[in-house]
């Protein structure tokens, strides 16, 4: 016997009731399970929160410990975090994310975004880094069988995370012309066509994982013009500006803005979202701090509030809330005066280690070896290694006792952002001289 579906919670309800009125088509682009969630805003953590403002005698809501400054803690704990208050700490942060993170990460991405203007978006919720925001964006908006367009080279965790996991068919259209010259327009707008007046998510993410390629600024015009002319023509998007690596821009031609900032105000049929995090940009990998930002031509702060709730549903249900001391760290760091100077230098050494690398992989005595996939910015550059395997030449690498990454048939990444500038001639070498052995 089939059972009939269980009715909405009334606060899903209401959160589609708005989304339905104000910016209908975004109620069509959630997925079952996204239409469903909701943030329980009657819940523990509604009712702590209120209290937390109107009980002044006592407090008795709170799942933490307490004494009379504040959460409790232990020494040996805290001998750990330097300069950061237990409040900042041990006590849990909001499941929507730390509200002063939330506001100065909006300022930043605003900062860094002119394009994106006076248009609203909506505030960043705070993830556990970027795989968390892009697993939270596939249960909000991924249905099994759902068509998702990404470039052939991607980061494989949008296989596991959207294919494996939530069943979404990944298309993959070729990142590159097949001269190697630029991103493929050509193949995207095809790809577009096919998809013509259905639901679409379309993933971009640049600077790329496992190129280290981002769009020219005629290039990021062009993609946003595809974009908008198939939303036109009837094709209901959402498209995620996956910006895990930006800001490590090394080659002048190079668009240094999001493609959210142009995505976020362009049509009504495309919600854009904006995927960014401290992880790469600011060189905290460990500390799993990561933001969904929401941007739609037509969006009003109901219709944000509906998207944040249903986002910051989903993170209750799963982890409930984002760890607090990485959030408070990167909440001082982003705040400090000296942000901007320090990350600029050393961004100022990849890009060193970038031009290095391109004159060593360019070399003609490696010509034999390998084609360059387009590169200029982010963590990586690939090869596509001749006359053998990607896997076969690792090996080999390996032997030589140099680690790199093989993707697919023939792709060897190489991670310049782990090689100091001293080593990137002989990483290089040893790899031509690997592609060779290991054609026997
Ligand atoms: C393209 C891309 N997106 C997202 C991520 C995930 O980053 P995080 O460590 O913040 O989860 C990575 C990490 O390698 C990545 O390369």
Redesign the pocket.
């Known amino acids: 016997m089939t059972q009939p579906a269980p009715a909405l919670n009334p606060l899903a309800q209401a959160a589609n009731e708005i989304l339905a009125k104000e910016t209908p088509v975004l109620l069509s682009l959630l997925s079952a399970r996204g239409k469903a969630f909701y943030f329980p805003a009657k819940g523990i953590l509604a009712q702590g929160a209120e209290a937390k403002q109107k009980a002044t005698v006592a407090n008795a809501t709170i799942g933490i410990a307490t004494d009379e400054k504040g959460p409790m803690y232990l020494d040996v704990v805290h001998q750990s975090f330097a300069g950061l208050a237990p409040k900042d700490l041990y006590d849990y942060a909001p499941s929507y994310g730390k509200p002063e993170l939330r506001t100065a990460w909006a300022k930043k991405q605003r900062d860094e975004t002119p394009s994106l203007g006076q248009h609203p978006t909506s505030n960043p919720v705070v993830t556990n ?3 968390h925001g ?1 697993s939270v964006i596939g249960d909000l908006f991924l249905d099994a069988g759902d068509d998702v367009l990404i470039t052939d080279l991607h ?1 494989e965790n949008y296989d596991l995370g959207w294919g494996t996991r939530l069943g979404a068919n990944l298309h993959q259209i070729p990142l590159f012309d097949t001269k190697l010259t630029g991103f493929n327009q050509e193949a995207f707008v095809q790809a577009l066509a096919t998809f013509k007046g259905k639901k679409l998510v379309v993933a971009l ?1 640049f600077p790329n ?1 496992p190129s280290g390629y981002s769009p020219t600024k005629a290039e990021a015009g062009a993609i946003v013009n595809a974009l908008i002319a198939a939303a036109a023509a009837g094709t209901k998007l959402l498209v995620v500006c ?1 910006d ?1 690596y930006y800001g490590m821009f090394f080659a002048p031609e190079v668009e240094t803005e999001s493609l959210f900032g142009k995505l976020a105000q362009a049509h009504e049929n495309l919600l854009a979202v904006k995927i960014d ?1 401290a ?1 790469k940009e600011q060189f905290v ?1 460990g500390l799993r701090v ?1 933001f969904i930002t929401y941007g739609v031509k037509n969006g009003t702060p109901a219709a944000y509030t509906a998207l944040e709730q249903k986002t910051a549903g989903i993170i209750r249900s799963t982890i409930s809330n984002v760890s607090h001391p990485g959030q408070s760290i990167v909440l001082k760091a982003i705040t400090s005066p000296d942000f901007r100077k320090q990350q600029a230098e050393k961004v100022a050494i990849l890009r060193r280690r970038y031009e290095i690398t391109r004159q060593e992989v360019t070399k003609a005595a490696y010509a034999d070896a390998w084609d360059i996939y387009p590169f200029n910015s982010g963590y990586f550059m690939c090869v596509r290694v001749k006359g053998t395997t990607a896997e076969a030449a690792r090996q080999k690498l390996l032997e030589r006792g140099v680690g790199a990454i093989a993707l697919g048939h023939a792709d060897l990444r190489i991670a310049f952002s782990c090689v100091t500038e001293d080593k990137l001639p002989a990483v290089f070498a040893a790899a031509a001289d690997a592609v060779r052995a290991a054609r026997g």
Do not use: E, P
């Open positions: 880094a970027l795989t892009l980061w993410n994982n996956d895990a995090g992880t990998w990561g």
